[in-house]
């Protein structure tokens, strides 16, 4: 176990041994209590006293499918607060492989020069200057960086909007196929790597220093289980193979909550265009993939590879998220369209939820018409193009609405809700309320609990229940992301003798007693940390809040507004001492 440190202010390197109080960690629990530590919180984001994190899971470079997940965290420069956030692809399991448990970039570089840190097979990290990669978007860099350094390495780049320090620039990681499409999207983390002076991290994939199990009969033969339990659901094992994530469109849509024109409506009218059904129909009309492998070590495969009409290659992955943010958020239902925006994005390195939110606010104030397709994608190009407005779109919805003195703006913290409104799932108003990492539909996802398609129990325009079930899904997600297993791969934790799987892999890894408690004091223990950076840095109760809107604008097509109080609100983390 060993941290790799890298100090932006001297260009030095140094391997240093993992300290007692991080055995362990993984992943966020590793960020997010290092950053609380380690990091004032009243620093400036892009300054030199931030550190940038980049910590593959604690079971990531197992034998786990579906565990190459990275957290990369930091001070965001868009919330103010601190930010985990968590991204798929190779890296994480190279990473893990070469027996780095995190990767920490420390100080700031004192000239505008960029640097790519070099990792190789056996561990050894370099600085070299990147002067001939600067100014380069994600696509050229990486094919670059193949060309100069070889296929056999894992990238993790900003593109130009992390160059110029974009509050809601994006870290993106190469996939199975080398294109980097894998977004660290949320919280500008882009920004911090550019103010770091870090173009990208060319990682070895030879790596065969991976920190063994304690004991690793019983680590995989617990591994072995879980991959079952995983191909055995029908969702994780059939569903997601088949249409990914935008088999979630239908369902939201039906249920009134996916956010339509900048939030003012909760259906969408041409959903079936944009549906899972409608994706994969086009996907394999043109000869794409609707079946892909974008993660090492993944068993799922719902990653898809979109084309054109020609069967040329547009993006990688079209997922649920971005398919709403590039469609329904701006009353856009051509489904080219919203895989150009994501590419552009993806390429430009941006988040793809907080732009599509950005253009929804300049629509809905009258800068450009809603549905406008042509229009988006002029917006997002003028973004990687550093325009003046392209600045302000790139520096996210809340300095958009700003710029046109819009009320409407949904964001928590600044940052973006997801795709799902809270007016009709209240469950997600206490999470994008509640979560330190701001408005964040993974830190807390509990629309499986509220809605009867996916078996949940809750009245989802109600406030009865939905405080303990988002408090209970941000303390369980803590962990997950700390581990390092894929958030759709968690269908292996609902089966039965599913956590004990995970509790034993964890075991058998540390050589010590792992179970439920220990489980949720991991959760409660990582919650805490970030909760206490936010306090520091100057976040109250008020923070907890969402934006007016969603108080007193009812959403069609219940009519609904947010119910839970703010005493409910303030009540989600009264964590027993």
């Given at each position: 176990?060993?941290?790799?440190?890298?100090?932006?202010?001297?260009?030095?390197?140094?391997?240093?041994?993992?300290?007692?109080?991080?055995?362990?960690?993984?992943?966020?629990?590793?960020?997010s209590i290092m950053i609380n530590q380690?990091?004032?919180?009243?620093?400036?984001?892009?300054?030199?006293?931030?550190?940038?994190?980049?910590?593959?899971?604690?079971?990531?470079?197992?034998?786990?499918?579906?565990?190459?997940?990275?957290?990369?965290?930091?001070?965001?420069?868009?919330?103010?607060?601190?930010?985990?956030?968590?991204?798929?692809?190779?890296?994480?399991?190279?990473?893990?492989?070469?027996?780095?448990?995190?990767?920490?970039?420390?100080?700031?570089?004192?000239?505008?020069?960029?640097?790519?840190?070099?990792?190789?097979?056996?561990?050894?990290?370099?600085?070299?200057?990147?002067?001939?990669?600067?100014?380069?978007?994600?696509?050229?860099?990486?094919?670059?960086?193949?060309?100069?350094?070889?296929?056999?390495?894992?990238?993790?780049?900003?593109?130009?909007?992390?160059?110029?320090?974009?509050?809601?620039?994006?870290?993106?990681?190469?996939?199975?196929?080398?294109?980097?499409?894998?977004?660290?999207?949320?919280?500008?983390?882009?920004?911090?790597?550019?103010?770091?002076?870090?173009?990208?991290?060319?990682?070895?994939?030879?790596?065969?220093?991976?920190?063994?199990?304690?004991?690793?009969?019983?680590?995989?033969?617990?591994?072995?289980?879980?991959?079952?339990?995983?191909?055995?659901?029908?969702?994780?094992?059939?569903?997601?193979?088949?249409?990914?994530?935008?088999?979630?469109?239908?369902?939201?849509?039906?249920?009134?909550?996916?956010?339509?024109?900048?939030?003012?409506?909760?259906?969408?009218?041409?959903?079936?265009?944009?549906?899972?059904?409608?994706?994969?129909?086009?996907?394999?009309?043109?000869?794409?993939?609707?079946?892909?492998?974008?993660?090492?070590?993944?068993?799922?495969?719902?990653?898809?590879?979109?084309?054109?009409?020609?069967?040329?290659?547009?993006?990688?992955?079209?997922?649920?998220?971005?398919?709403?943010?590039?469609?329904?958020?701006?009353?856009?239902?051509?489904?080219?369209?919203?895989?150009?925006?994501?590419?552009?994005?993806?390429?430009?390195?941006?988040?793809?939820?907080?732009?599509?939110?950005?253009?929804?606010?300049?629509?809905?104030?009258?800068?450009?018409?809603?549905?406008?397709?042509?229009?988006?994608?002029?917006?997002?190009?003028?973004?990687?193009?550093?325009?003046?407005?392209?600045?302000?779109?790139?520096?996210?919805?809340?300095?958009?609405?700003?710029?046109?003195?819009?009320?409407?703006?949904?964001?928590?913290?600044?940052?973006?809700?997801?795709?799902?409104?809270?007016?009709?799932?209240?469950?997600?108003?206490?999470?994008?309320?509640?979560?330190?990492?701001?408005?964040?539909?993974?830190?807390?996802?509990?629309?499986?609990?509220?809605?009867?398609?996916?078996?949940?129990?809750?009245?989802?325009?109600?406030?009865?229940?939905?405080?303990?079930?988002?408090?209970?899904?941000?303390?369980?997600?803590?962990?997950?992301?700390?581990?390092?297993?894929?958030?759709?791969?968690?269908?292996?934790?609902?089966?039965?003798?599913?956590?004990?799987?995970?509790?034993?892999?964890?075991?058998?890894?540390?050589?010590?007693?792992?179970?439920?408690?220990?489980?949720?004091?991991?959760?409660?223990?990582?919650?805490?940390?970030?909760?206490d950076f936010n306090k520091k840095a100057?976040?109250?109760?008020?923070?907890?809040?969402?934006?007016?809107?969603?108080?007193?604008?009812?959403?069609?097509?219940?009519?609904?507004?947010?119910?839970?109080?703010?005493?409910?609100?303030?009540?989600?983390?009264?964590?027993?001492?």
């Open positions: 176990m060993k941290f790799l440190r890298v100090n932006m202010d001297d260009l030095s390197i140094n391997t240093e041994a993992v300290s007692k109080e991080y055995y362990g960690l993984g992943g966020r629990g590793l960020t380690d990091v004032p919180a009243s620093c400036d984001a892009l300054g030199a006293e931030n550190k940038l994190i980049f910590a593959p899971g604690y079971l990531s470079g197992t034998t786990l499918v579906n565990s190459s997940r990275l957290s990369i965290g930091a001070k965001s420069p868009l919330t103010g607060g601190i930010k985990e956030s968590n991204v798929g692809g190779t890296v994480a399991a190279d990473i893990a492989s070469l027996g780095i448990t995190a990767v920490i970039i420390e100080g700031k570089i004192k000239d505008d020069k960029f640097y790519i840190l070099r990792i190789d097979q056996n561990g050894q990290a370099e600085l070299l200057d990147a002067a001939a990669y600067t100014g380069l978007n994600t696509y050229d860099l990486v094919k670059k960086l193949k060309a100069d350094f070889g296929d056999k390495n894992s990238v993790t780049c900003i593109g130009t909007a992390g160059e110029m320090k974009l509050k809601t620039a994006s870290i993106q990681t190469s996939d199975f196929d080398g294109r980097p499409c894998r977004a660290a999207g949320r919280g500008g983390l882009g920004a911090v790597m550019g103010s770091k002076g870090i173009k990208a991290l060319v990682v070895s994939r030879g790596g065969k220093s991976a920190d063994e199990p304690v004991d690793n009969n019983t680590f995989n033969k617990a591994a072995k289980a879980y991959a079952k339990a995983v191909k055995a659901d029908e969702f994780s094992g059939e569903i997601l193979p088949e249409l990914g994530t935008a088999v979630l469109v239908d369902p939201i849509n039906a249920a009134g909550g996916l956010p339509s024109y900048n939030a003012t409506k909760g259906q969408f009218e041409n959903a079936d265009k944009i549906n899972g059904d409608a994706l994969a129909s086009r996907i394999k009309k043109r000869g794409g993939k609707t079946t892909h492998k974008g993660c090492a070590q993944c068993i799922i495969n719902c990653s898809n590879e979109y084309v054109d009409e020609k069967g040329r290659y547009v993006t990688s992955s079209l997922e649920y998220e971005t398919i709403w943010a590039m469609g329904p958020m701006l009353g856009n239902d051509d489904l080219d369209v919203i895989a150009t925006l994501d590419f552009l994005c993806d390429n430009i390195g941006i988040d793809t939820m907080s732009t599509g939110a950005s253009l929804a606010i300049a629509m809905d104030a009258g800068y450009k018409e809603f549905g406008d397709g042509a229009a988006a994608i002029e917006m997002v190009r003028g973004i990687g193009a550093g325009t003046e407005f392209g600045k302000i779109l790139g520096n996210g919805p809340a300095a958009v609405g700003r710029h046109f003195n819009h009320k409407r703006v949904p964001v928590v913290k600044g940052q973006s809700i997801a795709a799902y409104d809270p007016r009709a799932i209240q469950g997600m108003a206490v999470t994008y309320a509640t979560s330190p990492m701001g408005g964040d539909h993974t830190a807390g996802w509990v629309v499986d609990q509220n809605l009867a398609d996916f078996g949940g129990t809750l009245d989802p325009l109600s406030d009865k229940g939905q405080v303990d079930a988002s408090r209970d899904a941000q303390l369980h997600m803590a962990a997950v992301d700390t581990v390092g297993i894929c958030d759709f791969a968690q269908s292996g934790l609902a089966a039965e003798g599913g956590m004990e799987n995970v509790f034993s892999m964890v075991s058998s890894k540390s050589g010590k007693a792992f179970g439920e408690k220990e489980w949720a004091a991991l959760g409660s223990r990582i919650l805490k940390a970030e909760l100057g976040f109250t109760n008020k923070d907890d809040r969402l934006p007016e809107m969603f108080y007193k604008e009812p959403l069609p097509p219940h009519n609904t507004v947010v119910v839970v109080s703010d005493e409910q609100m303030d009540s989600t983390f009264d964590f027993e001492e």
